[in-house]
């Protein structure tokens, strides 16, 4: 994990206004770091348009990583709801996704993350949430990003806590 941390540390500006961008956080969880169960690089990217995700995955940009750790399998998701206020306040992330069963509602799930990202975002030490699904898994992805590490703690239940190293 050290060796991605100073990656990070060299190179987490590298993407600090990339075209189309809207923000990345570095994220790494660390075994038992807040009682994480594995070390884990989390980088998540939220796009304002594909043209700016296609400039990196395939433009070059992206060759480091697959250079260095080979070609990773990159989740996409379409976003429901998102807030972000960038912030060089120390800060902890929870990833959670959700499986929808066969027989939800979809029309009331999405009334229910609407819900629950204005509860959340109401909350001053909320630096980023982001409510997405994936239409084909039928998952729903939650990405909360805090300065409030107790708050954090009571959302993870059995999530990995991981600590933001940047945010672009």
């Not at 190179?11 to 660390?30: C, Q, R, S, V």
Request: proline share 4%; glycine share 4%.
């Amino acid at each position: 994990m050290e060796i991605i941390k100073e990656r990070v540390k060299q190179n987490g500006k590298k993407t600090d206004g990339f075209p189309d961008l809207n923000m990345k956080a570095y994220l790494i969880a660390e075994k038992s770091r807040f009682d994480n169960y594995e070390n884990q690089y989390a980088p998540f990217y939220l796009w304002e348009k594909e043209d700016g995700m296609n400039q990196f995955l395939l433009g070059g940009p992206f060759n480091n990583i697959i250079n260095s750790f080979g070609r990773p399998k990159v989740n996409n998701w379409v976003v429901l709801h998102q807030d972000i206020n960038k912030s060089d306040e120390q800060q902890f992330v929870v990833v959670q996704t959700i499986p929808v069963p066969i027989t939800s509602d979809l029309t009331k799930v999405w009334s229910d993350e609407k819900e629950t990202f204005l509860k959340i975002t109401a909350d001053t030490a909320t630096k980023a949430y982001i409510t997405a699904y994936n239409p084909f898994t039928w998952e729903i992805c939650r990405f909360y990003m805090s300065t409030d590490l107790a708050m954090i703690r009571k959302i993870a239940k059995d999530s990995l806590i991981y600590e933001v190293y940047h945010v672009s």
